[in-house]
């Protein structure tokens, strides 16, 4: 456990170094933000509710999930296990004394901590400037309830860009998947629009899918919203989580034994 816990603060205090990205993440929220309260603005100039959101919640919505969606690093992990695996750097993984698959979610968490803060302020400023911090929702249940399927959705995406990453032991190129990857989040995730105002059909169907709950689920449960759906987003995300554990645990151990640290 030691040896994580170091590794945490070791890409923390890296990543402090580098405040320049800190800025950049903040202003791409800035911008989310601005456009939504614009886009929406507009929308609800005509409408008083929309699929029962009024503008303040709607704006709440977009506050919390472009705070969520960038609070999610892990895409690093996908670029450093396959650069690593195609130029032989990957070997360092299999003998330092950690799971690779523990030692890259470490990695994950120390690159997400300096955001936190910095994001957590912003949404807060947020809330209170544009005059829509009434939106939340204060109740123990949904607030305990979206942290915990915050957690274990950026658990799933860590395991899950891990995996994509040990890819490379098998195709030269993985950068397709993770391009998939990215154009079927940002249809999924709800950063276009509230997936509630998406057919029914359709939301039913991704609900059994994990993306559903990584920053969707959570940002409307902070808003009151989605009660009834928390009992099934944690059990899908456990499934998945599971899923997503083993799959890379075999494909792991499946192409380390024809790894012979010099590249493939």
């Known amino acids: ?27 791409a929220m800035i ?9 929406w603005g507009t929308v609800f100039g005509s409408y008083d509710t ?6 303040q919640s709607m704006l709440a919505y977009y506050v919390i999930h472009s705070f969520l969606t960038k ?10 296990v396959s650069e690593g695996i195609r130029n032989g750097s990957f070997f360092k993984y299999m003998i330092i004394p950690a799971k ?3 030692y890259f979610l470490a990695m994950d968490i120390g690159t997400m901590v300096p955001h936190f803060v910095p994001g957590m302020i912003l949404v807060l400023g947020s809330l209170i400037t544009l005059g829509i911090s009434e939106a939340l929702i204060i109740d123990a249940e949904l607030i305990f309830s979206a942290i915990m399927m915050i ?3 950026l658990l799933f995406m860590a395991q899950l860009n891990y995996f994509i990453g040990l890819l490379a032991f098998k195709y030269q190129d993985v950068s397709v998947f993770l391009m998939i990857k990215k154009n079927f989040l940002s249809l999924i995730n709800g950063s276009i629009i509230p997936l ?3 057919p029914e059909i359709f939301t039913d169907i991704l609900g059994w ?5 990584v920053s969707y689920l959570p940002s409307m449960l902070l808003i009151g919203r989605g009660r009834m759906e928390i009992l099934q987003g944690m059990v899908v995300l456990i499934i998945w989580n599971i899923v997503m554990k083993v799959l890379s645990g075999v494909t792991y151990e499946k192409y380390r034994i024809k790894y012979d640290g010099v590249g493939l």
Do not use: H
């Not at 994580?4 to 202003?27: C, G, P, Q």
């Not at 929309?50 to 503008?55: K, M, N, P």
């Not at 899918?209 to 709950?213: A, D, I, K």
């Open 50 to 55: 929309l699929a029962g959101f009024t503008y």
């Open 31 to 39: 911008m989310r933000i601005v456009f939504a309260s614009l886009l």
């Open 71 to 80: 609070l999610d690093k892990s895409d690093q992990i996908s670029w450093t």
């Open 151 to 153: 957690c274990l959705g």
């Open 1 to 27: 456990m030691r040896a994580y816990v170091e590794t945490v603060k070791i890409y923390a205090k890296s990543k402090l170094m580098w405040r320049e990205d800190i800025f950049l993440n903040l202003l």
């Open 209 to 213: 899918l994990p993306f559903y709950y």
């Open 196 to 198: 509630l105002l998406f």
């Open 100 to 102: 690779a698959d523990y």
